[in-house]
């Protein structure tokens, strides 16, 4: 339907004479498609923007009619327009701190597929000058599932790279690293330390001594402390990467998922100085942040882009580092485990239900972290509870990955007002992994199931969880619709969706698990300008293309965030870290990667 869509103020009595330049459109976009996400509206030839907001919407000659002498036409060429995709769950400060680190992703998003490689990588990283003042040799994104020798690089091979700095890389998953000696003694890790509580330290097999990789709490004990040594000037620098990064996949609004009291308030502390380029929610940690779960950081609304917008709570871990807790066993445990190892969880009932009930008595919108089934029994058996408890509410808390989620869950998840994030980049990075070595072929194929959500006419979203993965919608949208993995097999193909629907996930769905539906997600009259432009139109033609659409531009409340140019077309993995950010003036302190590592003692 191409009828005019207007509001009522903006009505014209001038019929085809130009607008007035105080009635008049800032931008006109037209000579394109237009993917509105409005059911009521699916399609249009012209927009009309004023004052950051969307005006007009509808037929090209009447939009027109808003062109007044000061009107910037934008010319779509052909492309097509969508709302500005919403990140529905990442972290966006973290994906600037990636930017620290060595690049060890493997293919398509870098080069490290074994690990000569890996080493290579590191050494390379370590000789550059701007990082020999760190202190450490620090790599990110390393995936054991993907390395050609199909396990962990030990600390006999970190120790190759340095004996005399510490090396500490982490694992794709976020949830698991490993460390050269050097590290491991400065951290205090021996044959004697115990397992912290929800953490593992994995040991060698002719002793107790530390095999160099860290599970879990293990390695957050690490980590958290060797960041907090940051100044707030290299915040700023990481939080502003972070966001750039994001702009550069099509991404208006980001967020960041576990967010600590000192990010929160380098973000909130940016956001009182400067309009900030895309807005920013942020969920601190329920369990060490309940400082900052409060106003002036808690808000419905944003001051120059940010806002604390709830709360995050982490309830187990990965399933492709197998720490995710399930109520089966993993397919081929991990080294070192028994055949009936099933993962852990990252806390008891008691303070799962604790955690959940503090969430509901102060109304604060709850993200839980759930991979595995044992751990979605326990949020919705403490959901259930603090329901009874507090009463029902629309409080759109949310299920985060939920990639082993049963049938029986996702009824659940509805009964309960439980919004279902899924992860289904997992079916391409880790779709092979998780059949021949996770899962099983049986629960493989049933990872973030998208198709039992969407058969009880559920609202869900997808995802990336950067810096897992790179904020790249057009993959996070691709994998949602198609669900190949690297090896080109469809792993679950009841459980795709058609292209609208996955556009609706990083859209209009996201818009509403942010309580923002009635600003962002469609292109409407009265919503914000928050677009993006594609190269092509990914309803039509085959859906295998989606992942070849490149985005073009990036547009905040009508004004351009990003352009692309001709390299960022070439590439769009961005997998050249120098490229991708600027953040060669990052520095760390010295010695507090000592301080860091015995924190824990």
């Not at 779709?431 to 899962?439: R, T």
């Not at 600003?519 to 092509?536: H, N, P, Q, R």
């Amino acid at each position: 339907m191409k009828h005019l869509c207007m509001a009522a103020g903006i009505l014209l009595a001038q019929g085809a004479h130009a607008a007035s330049d105080m009635l008049s459109a800032d931008i006109i976009y037209s000579n394109g498609d237009v993917i509105t996400v409005n059911e009521l509206q699916p399609e249009a030839e012209a927009v009309a923007v004023k004052n950051g907001n969307i005006i007009a919407v509808g037929n090209k000659d009447e939009v027109f009619k808003l062109k007044g002498s000061k009107t910037r036409l934008v010319d779509l060429q052909g492309h097509t327009l969508i709302p500005g995709f919403i990140d529905a769950h990442g972290h966006v400060f973290n994906t600037g701190v990636q930017a620290l680190s060595a690049n060890l992703l493997p293919k398509p998003d870098g080069k490290v597929n074994n690990i000569q490689v890996l080493q290579e990588t590191l050494r390379e990283w370590a000789a550059q000058p701007n990082n020999k003042k760190l202190g450490i040799i620090m790599g990110f994104g390393y995936d054991d599932s993907q390395l050609e020798e199909q396990r962990h690089p030990t600390r006999d091979e970190l120790d190759a790279v340095s004996k005399d700095v510490p090396v500490l890389i982490i694992h794709q998953s976020g949830h698991l690293a490993a460390m050269n000696s050097k590290a491991l003694a400065m951290a205090g890790y021996n044959s004697q330390s115990e397992d912290p509580s929800g953490g593992k330290i994995r040991r060698r097999a002719d002793s107790q001594e530390p095999d160099g990789v860290l599970e879990e709490m293990a390695f957050f004990r690490v980590l958290i402390p060797l960041f907090a040594k940051l100044s707030p000037e290299d915040n700023e620098l990481i939080f502003r990467a972070g966001m750039k990064l994001y702009t550069r996949f099509g991404y208006t609004t980001a967020q960041e998922g576990r967010a600590t009291p000192d990010s929160v308030k380098t973000m909130y502390g940016l956001a009182q100085k400067e309009k900030l380029m895309i807005d920013v929610a942020a969920y601190p940690d329920i369990q060490g942040a309940q400082e900052v779960i409060k106003p002036p950081y808690l808000s419905k609304t944003y001051l120059n882009g940010f806002r604390v917008a709830g709360a995050k709570l982490n309830l187990d871990g990965s399933p492709q580092g197998k720490t995710a807790w399930l109520t089966q066993p993993y397919l081929v445990p991990p080294k070192g485990q028994k055949s009936d190892y099933r993962g852990y969880p990252s806390m008891s009932d008691a303070d799962a239900q604790k955690y959940v009930d503090l969430a509901f008595k102060n109304n604060w919108q709850l993200l839980a972290h759930v991979n595995g089934d044992a751990a979605i029994d326990q949020y919705i058996d403490a959901v259930r509870n603090a329901e009874i408890k507090y009463g029902k509410a629309d409080r759109r808390i949310v299920a985060i990955h939920a990639q082993t989620a049963r049938e029986d869950q996702v009824q659940s998840f509805k009964e309960l007002g439980i919004m279902p994030s899924f992860f289904p980049m997992h079916t391409f990075y880790w779709g092979d992994w998780h059949k021949n070595s996770v899962l099983g072929n049986k629960r493989a194929q049933n990872i973030s199931p998208t198709g039992w959500a969407l058969a009880r006419n559920m609202i869900f979203t997808s995802h990336h969880d950067a810096p897992v993965a790179f904020p790249n919608a057009m993959r996070v949208y691709s994998a949602t619709v198609n669900r190949v993995t690297r090896s080109g097999e469809v792993l679950g193909p009841d459980q795709r969706v058609s292209p609208l629907v996955g556009l609706k996930t990083q859209t209009l769905w996201a818009a509403y698990q942010y309580f923002e539906e009635k600003t962002k997600g469609s292109i409407e009259v009265g919503k914000v300008a928050d677009l993006v432009v594609l190269s092509d139109n990914p309803l039509k033609g085959d859906p295998m293309n989606i992942n070849n659409i490149r985005v073009m531009s990036t547009i905040k409340r009508g004004e351009v965030v990003y352009q692309a140019n001709d390299s960022d077309l070439a590439d769009n993995s961005c997998s050249n870290s120098d490229r991708c950010f600027d953040l060669a003036s990052v520095t760390m302190i010295r010695g507090g990667v000592t301080q860091a590592c015995n924190h824990h003692d």
